[in-house]
């Protein structure tokens, strides 16, 4: 079972005070997100925009932008990325489009070894403006947690991955036009935590 706490904010939106409650909205854009029965648990929070996550992790975190993926579909950018105007030094982008690349997924051994996984994920702020993503993450190949966002919009993702020996990341481009450029689905700051 997964279970699922959720705020979101648009573009200039805030959370209440850092307090997370029940699909509570707040932005001109809808936020969708959609959970798949699984043995993760899932505790989501809204970012407000500012200066992204702390770049240096817990003792025992390793972030994904320090780590070779065993897979990608259409391989992945690591480095600084802004998501919702803030800005995420260690991050994992994967680039989507319409027409040649409609889903973009990277894999990584977990090595039984973590505990957390952790980050901010939304489109990346130099995507196109009419740029929808959906962002999903599979654990040991099951679904734990898919969340639709538009760009300027952010959504922290915190989920349980003890004892799993796979996690997959994966962007797919949801809008319904076509944009003239790439759509980067960034993972702001994602990270493991013993």
Request: proline share 5%; glycine share 8%; net charge negative.
């Amino acid at each position: 079972m997964v279970a699922l706490a959720t705020t979101a904010c648009g573009a200039g939106g805030s959370s209440s005070g850092g307090h997370t409650s029940t699909a509570a909205v707040t932005a001109t854009q809808t936020v969708t997100v959609t959970t798949v029965p699984s043995s993760a648990t899932v505790t989501s929070t809204a970012s407000d925009p500012g200066s992204g996550s702390p770049s240096t992790p817990a003792t025992g975190a390793q972030y994904l932008s320090e780590t070779e993926p065993l897979a990608s579909s259409y391989g992945v950018e690591t480095g600084p990325a802004a998501v919702n105007g803030r800005n995420y030094a260690r991050s994992v982008s994967l680039r989507t489009d319409r027409s040649s690349i409609p889903t973009n997924e990277a894999e990584y051994n977990l090595e039984r070894s973590w505990q957390t996984f952790h980050a901010t994920v939304g489109v990346r702020d130099d995507s196109p403006a009419d740029a929808v993503l959906t962002f999903e993450v599979f654990i040991d190949g099951r679904s734990a947690t898919r969340v639709v966002l538009h760009l300027g919009q952010s959504q922290d993702l915190s989920l349980d991955v003890g004892d799993a020996l796979r996690l997959k990341i994966a962007v797919t481009y949801t809008a319904t036009v076509d944009t003239p450029t790439y759509c980067y689905g960034a993972w702001g700051d994602a990270r493991l935590e013993k």
